[in-house]
């Protein structure tokens, strides 16, 4: 037996490693960890900007939108035809019609018509519209085939909307038809909010970046890239800080300089091995720092989660699998909040029926990467390849993910489940 | 009873402007109309355009990726702790450990171990991974606990992706995962379609631009900034036309500057009205020009389509909420196919109880809007407003459609309808 002597910044720092080597001592259930991750994350809003009308789709609303006027602004008609007086078309038929005549002034009178075209506004005194095809002309007057209740084929003003109420609320991903309302009341620019800036750090001595040579044990990154477009697809702002080594002082150096964006995504080094120092620098360079490590989730279980300087970190795995499930459930719902979202935008969901049986770990949230196919209008999903979190070609076979919860051991073959999908559904039949 | 003579070509105009004022004398069914339509679409690819990885989010390949090696690479660990050969570790158990040595070279030898933590190159004669958790390290040597079988906790040579196999197919849309894969192969950019320009004029003597003062009549354009945003959505690149008069010279000029496009897009003047000259001014432009005019749908029954030289228009009602089913059903497939996407996009679909009956007409495929929302873990769908095409308050309102098929007469309240879904769904329960 040897004895050492260790300065007491040696010692923590090699009881430290010693605890991570021994692997996570305590996992914290998801839904815990979002729940003391979001909690802790400071409510501030991210800055608005106007954007005109053309550049607002898929920006977050964060003025809400109150009419100010009648839409339609009058009664108009909502075909081709004449405008009348519903009274004069009561008991009309195509054997009894009845006969009025044209009119071609701002207003009618009693059994009279006027031309009108989709859109144009009714003249005084009507309140109706017959469509074209029910009717005859004949000459300065028409036959009338159909009788009219009130109202019948008229916008009546502020049926679209009405001034006062809400156009498109606050918190609100604009979509075509939003830009369209918008439009209608005439509005050129929308108050959004900024994307939020998302810096993402990739750390692992085996790294190397695309366009260079690999060197002997070296990978090329991938997980930038990937949560770079993650980031994208929802309307954030992605800023590279590149590649670190396994290094605590390198990553501190490169997370200091992340703190002047809105978020930090690390990946690697999160595990319980030697070269896993990210929690580490994590802690060095400010308060609260983390908040929870190791999650009681499959993939993604080494995910952690901390808070510096109120600058939300999220801290994933560096296998790529294992860091895009990560952002799923701790990247995403937050980046949606900062986006001011009015609620969580979740995945398009389906029912498919299991094509054979997946085993999964009890105590621990799966998620099982599924490919969901249409056959005979039935869908289906087939798990794909349980095995290796590090395979990013797991990703691509498959087009969503079913989640097993804590309590199961599995699923069973032909069992109805949830696909959360993140691609398209192919029919094969 | 009055004679006026007329020159042939007057004589011809004034048939042409009879016949629309009696209403479509027939409507072509939806199927129909698409498939006529996209037969008589030129099968001209696109131009392709290198785009780099991180910007090909959400464009279409247009090459396909062949592996050009193995990944992994070589043999890695899946997980942190001690390679072995499985062989030494038969029997294993917390109560009966195995002891090895720990070794440090390149391989190991028989009852060796050598520390890899995840993604490490397995050392020589290795063949398995013991996780750090399942052994005790005792100073040079440790005990292991648990038996392992041969490649247990060992990402494969070529597991993740053979050379040789397709990585990527040609007409995928990129998501974060095929950039993740492609940066895994060390690509730094790739081969996309560009992106079709949609040219887009809306006609209407009642228009006006937004940002303008509304003269008396007048109603601001919606239908060019909600077409161009639904084309952007699509990754397609939309021009403006600005807005005509419904006057078939200022159209026909304006349509041979689309030419220049790879679509045109029209909005208003294509129903049976008097100011409905869009499709006589299609019809001057080129060959062979009109198509069809006139579906057996609701709304958007005066969407027309047509072709000139090679280039498909697609000719939309003016009523927007007309103008965005019209787009859904003829320009989204037209512009899916153009972006050589290997199949369409469909939208997520949800199956829904409707919560109150809805009518449509027999012989037409109608288009119901419908605002989903989840109560206790169950999707409704409440039909919002049947009446009022030029409603566009009704798309925001609504976040999905149902289609009741031509052989029916509506919808029964209870009844479990398939939604097609243009926004996110609520859970207010």
Chains 1, 2 share one sequence.
């Not at 300065?7 to 605890?19: E, G, N, P």
């Not at 009279?112 to 859109?119: E, I, L, R």
Request: net charge neutral; hydrophobic share 40%.
């Amino acid at each position: 037996m040897r004895y050492v002597f260790y300065s007491v910044q040696q010692c923590c720092l090699r009881v430290h490693l010693l605890a991570r080597l021994k692997g996570f001592q305590k996992l914290t259930p998801v839904d815990d960890a979002l729940r003391i991750f979001l909690e802790a994350c400071p409510l501030k809003k991210l800055k608005t900007v106007h954007v005109h009308l053309d550049s607002a789709l898929g920006r977050v609303s964060a003025e809400k939108i109150i009419s100010k006027e009648d839409l339609p602004r009058v009664d108009r008609s909502a075909v081709d035809g004449y405008a009348v007086k519903a009274e004069d078309t009561v008991g009309a038929s195509q054997f009894k019609p009845k006969t009025l005549t044209i009119a071609d002034g701002e207003e009618i009178s009693a059994k009279q018509g006027k031309q009108v075209w989709t859109g144009n506004p009714l003249p005084k005194e009507a309140n109706a519209v017959i469509m074209l095809e029910n009717t005859k002309r004949r000459g300065a007057e028409i036959e009338v085939w159909t009788p009219l209740t009130p109202n019948e084929n008229v916008s009546k003003k502020g049926e679209d909307i009405k001034s006062g109420e809400i156009a498109v609320k606050a918190g609100i991903r604009l979509k075509p038809q939003h830009l369209g309302l918008m439009a209608a009341l005439g509005m050129t620019s929308i108050t959004v909010f900024e994307k939020p800036k998302i810096a993402i750090l990739a750390t692992g001595n085996e790294l190397q970046e695309i366009g260079n040579k690999l060197q002997e044990n070296q990978v090329f990154d991938v997980n930038r890239h990937v949560v770079s477009a993650l980031c994208r697809e929802l309307g954030a702002e992605p800023l590279d800080l590149g590649i670190s080594k396994d290094n605590a002082e390198e990553i501190t150096e490169k997370l200091r300089a992340g703190l002047s964006a809105d978020v930090i995504i690390t990946t690697g080094g999160t595990s319980v091995g030697a070269p896993d120092v990210v929690p580490e620098a994590v802690n060095k360079i400010g308060k609260p720092s983390i908040l929870v490590h190791g999650i009681a989730m499959r993939p993604a279980m080494p995910t952690a989660l901390a808070i510096v300087d109120e600058k939300p970190i999220v801290i994933l795995s560096g296998n790529p699998v294992a860091a895009m499930i990560g952002f799923e459930f701790f990247a995403r719902p937050l980046i949606c909040r900062m986006l001011g979202l009015e609620r969580e935008e979740s995945r398009p969901t389906v029912e498919a029926e299991l094509t054979k049986k997946v085993l999964t770990a009890l105590g621990r949230r799966s998620f099982v990467r599924v490919r969901v196919f249409k056959e005979n209008s039935k869908f289906f999903a087939e798990p794909i390849s349980a095995r290796g979190s590090g395979l990013i070609s797991t990703m691509t076979r498959s087009n969503g993910y079913v989640i097993v919860p804590e309590n199961r051991e599995g699923l069973a073959q032909g069992e109805t489940v949830l696909v959360h999908l993140f691609d398209n559904v192919e029919a094969v039949g």
